[in-house]
């Protein structure tokens, strides 16, 4: 491992990749690609963080990320606790800095926090001495998953500086978009969103890419596609239609494919909805790398528990 | 008190009898005897205003006591006091209390309880509507019999436009002022700032200016249709100015006010999810903002109120989606007023009493917002050479929930003098501290 650039990590939080610069994102990237051979192991285990206690605090359910977390802190020899919502005292109406303070006075070290309010992370980073890390928030960021996004990209291509990526579907409610727009710019990518104008958040204009309504824009000429979910209660809220429409007009299947490049890379953050926003033939083929997203975010999600931790010490 | 107080060598701002400069004010046994220069001094008790202003007692037509219902975020007396510190005389408490101002009893409560506390002067405002639901039109003339300034369902829009118009038709007939929250909560619904770049950046549900312009313009069309009395809360945005200046151009009964927050802050203050940036309307822009201050300069915008609005530490201290709305500002007011409107020159010290004391009172139908000789004492002792800076542990409201917080804001108010009671008295909360 690359033991010289964790002095470049001065950070107790990651909050969020919009506050993070170009450098600390490359050293996360870095560093988890010291970590990833060790998912590779027949062992798949080291004594990095031996004694240190990480809690997983999912105010709202997730399987993936906190699996992905899990497993990450166990790799590291980390001890760890799961908390959800519905297990914990919030049910009975505690608030979320006493659950925390109660949780911090038991001497842990990193809390990793999912939690439907954006900016909840933020109130409790603030809150607490332990490190606090994003496992997603409302509709703000999700920087474990952007990062690891990166990781795949940079994986597969080599760079991030100069692909065309789109990222396409609702954007206004991704978590995942917000983080992937500023990891991917920071590191020189042209980001072009597309979707519903209603899926589109107001003020979009101000941020650093472009927008589009037309799928087939978005695809042309496109080095990687992060195809979104489409949350299906949002059709009830008169975002569009019908999934049907959506579907149509959104949906990536085999057709709307041949305007990407010929070695376009397929993401998508899971769980996916089959014949909605990515059609069965696209999900499983040959430029997906949906599933290796999954195997990626071990290594990531390894690094920042590391980072943080480091910072600690 | 003293019967006879002398205030020596002030200067006056009362913009309601278009007096201003150096007097003395003799006040005895609460009333103003005197207003002249050189009154001679026998032995009453002396006040040196030497080098400081005496305005009117300012009239805070819009704010929120939590009494009864949430005694532990404001009380009458808490609020009180807080007011008394900002230079406030006369409020008008709001009446999304539990219950609601709604009906004869509350009204009658409020008025029992202030004459126990015997501080400054309050008026309830009663509801609209039954409990405030917008649905069914309250009590209105036993609201008025048993006291109530004015009326408004504020913290809830009247949705429906029948009920609105027969509030503003049936109010005319006993004189009373309706307050309305302009606010479309079809569009505002799940907002929880005002909708553009910073709310998307953070991922909050935005509330575009459109939720209270789209009322506003209503809420215009309705008075010019019923010929009622209509003043529009809280203005935040510079659509609503613009509306509000076309529709007094053609005549129409309208008045408005704003709140210190909409001049002198933006959305940009709610980065790190700041909930004491939290309210509703939201703060907008910076475009917003400018043409708030254009309409409090051209007169479009009527009246500043506090929108006072208290919550306790815990209903703040949580994520940004489950915060409560409102600020305080009863303390806060005035120095926000001064700072952002009067050392910027957008309006001089006699505009803003204007808009602070004697516009609001005349709006109100009250006799007060001026400084009369065989009236009532209601005044306060302003120092501009001196400023404060707004600390948490010194705020006397019960709740501490102000975006200004560390802010250093010009103007001390030093002397509080309502009738026959030296309310604040060189700075001192008399009897209080």
């Not at chain 1, 001890?79 to 925390?100: H, P, Q, R, W, Y």
């Not at chain 2, 002022?177 to 907002?191: P, Q």
């Not at chain 2, 309208?254 to 940036?277: G, K, M, Q, R």
């Amino acid at each position: 491992m690359d033991t010289d650039k964790k002095t470049d990590w001065t950070r107790k939080d990651l909050l969020g990749l919009a506050e993070l610069s170009k450098e600390e994102i490359e050293l996360v990237l870095d560093t988890a690609d010291s970590f990833k051979e060790i998912s590779l192991r027949p062992i798949k285990k080291v004594p990095t963080l031996r004694g240190k206690t990480i809690v997983l605090f999912f105010v709202e359910p997730s399987t993936r990320t906190r699996t992905s977390f899990e497993l990450a802190a166990k790799r590291l020899s980390a001890d760890t606790v799961s908390i959800s919502a519905d297990t914990s005292s919030m049910i009975k109406g505690e608030s979320l800095k006493d659950t925390a303070k109660n949780i911090e006075a038991m001497k842990i070290d990193v809390i990793v926090m999912r939690h439907s309010s954006s900016g909840a992370p933020h109130l409790l980073a603030k809150a607490v001495e332990a490190s606090v890390v994003n496992a997603g928030d409302g509709c703000h960021e999700h920087p474990t998953q952007a990062l690891l996004d990166l990781f795949t990209i940079k994986e597969k291509k080599g760079k991030i500086s100069g692909l065309k990526v789109s990222i396409i579907g609702d954007i206004l409610h991704s978590r995942v978009a917000r983080s992937n727009i500023w990891g991917l710019t920071k590191l020189g990518a042209e980001v072009t969103v597309c979707g519903p104008p209603t899926l589109i958040p107001p003020g979009m204009e101000k941020f650093p890419v472009k927008v589009t309504y037309d799928i087939k824009e978005a695809i042309k000429g496109a080095d990687v596609l992060n195809i979104l979910r489409i949350q299906l209660e949002r059709q009830k809220s008169n975002f569009f239609p019908s999934l049907r429409e959506y579907a149509i007009n959104f949906g990536i299947d085999r057709d709307k494919l041949k305007l990407a490049k010929p070695d376009v890379l397929i993401m998508h953050p899971g769980p996916i909805n089959r014949g909605v926003e990515i059609f069965p033939e696209v999900a499983d083929g040959p430029y997906s790398v949906i599933l290796e997203q999954v195997t990626n975010g071990i290594a990531v999600r390894m690094a920042v528990l590391y980072l943080v931790s480091q910072e600690r010490e | 008190m003293k019967e006879v107080i002398l205030i020596k060598g002030g200067y006056i701002v009362d913009p309601g009898n278009g007096r201003e400069g150096v007097f003395d004010i003799l006040v005895e046994k609460g009333k103003i005897v005197k207003i002249e220069k050189n009154i001679k001094d026998e032995g009453h008790k002396l006040i040196d205003a030497g080098g400081k202003f005496i305005l009117p007692g300012l009239v805070d037509m819009h704010c929120h006591l939590r009494e009864p219902g949430r005694e532990d975020e404001e009380t009458l007396l808490s609020g009180s006091l807080a007011g008394i510190k900002g230079g406030v005389t006369t409020l008008c408490c709001m009446p999304n209390t539990e219950p609601a101002i709604d009906n004869q009893g509350v009204v009658e409560f409020i008025y029992l309880e202030n004459r126990k506390i015997k501080l400054i002067d309050i008026y309830p405002v009663g509801a609209i509507t039954k409990k405030r639901e917008g649905k069914e039109l309250a009590e209105i003339g036993e609201l008025k019999k048993a006291g109530v300034i004015a009326l408004s369902d504020d913290g809830n829009s009247v949705m429906d436009s029948e009920v609105m118009r027969r509030a503003m038709e049936y109010s005319k007939m006993f004189d009373l002022l309706v307050i309305s929250h302009c606010e479309d909560t079809n569009l505002s619904r799940g907002g929880l700032m005002n909708e553009g770049y910073r709310a998307s950046f953070l991922g909050l549900k935005g509330i575009p200016p459109e939720a209270e312009t789209i009322m506003v313009a209503r809420d215009i069309k309705l008075a010019k249709l019923t010929k009622a009395k209509l003043h529009i809360a809280h203005l935040s945005c510079k659509e609503s100015v613009e509306l509000i200046r076309q529709a007094k151009r053609e005549g129409i009964k309208v008045t408005c006010e704003t709140c210190p927050h909409y001049f002198s802050l933006t959305e940009e203050s709610v980065l790190d999810y700041n909930t004491n940036c939290k309210v509703n309307p939201p703060l907008r822009t910076e475009e917003d903002k400018e043409a708030i201050k254009e309409g409090l300069k051209d007169g479009t915008i009527d009246v500043i109120a506090t929108d006072h609005a208290p919550h306790a530490d815990f209903e703040k201290d949580v994520e940004f989606s489950q915060a409560s709305f409102g600020i305080i500002g009863l303390e806060t007011a005035l120095g926000i007023a001064l700072k952002e409107l009067v050392e910027t020159k957008t309006i001089n010290l006699s505009q803003l009493v204007e808009k602070m004391s004697f516009l609001p009172s005349k709006i109100l139908g009250l006799d007060k917002g001026k400084l009369s000789v065989g009236e009532n004492a209601d005044l306060i002792i302003l120092d501009l050479n001196k400023s404060w800076k707004v600390e948490k542990e010194k705020i006397v409201s019960k709740s501490k929930n102000s975006p200004f917080l560390n802010w250093t804001l010009p103007g001390v108010v030093e002397y509080v003098i309502l009738g026959e009671k030296l309310l604040l008295d060189n700075g001192r909360l008399n009897h209080f501290e």
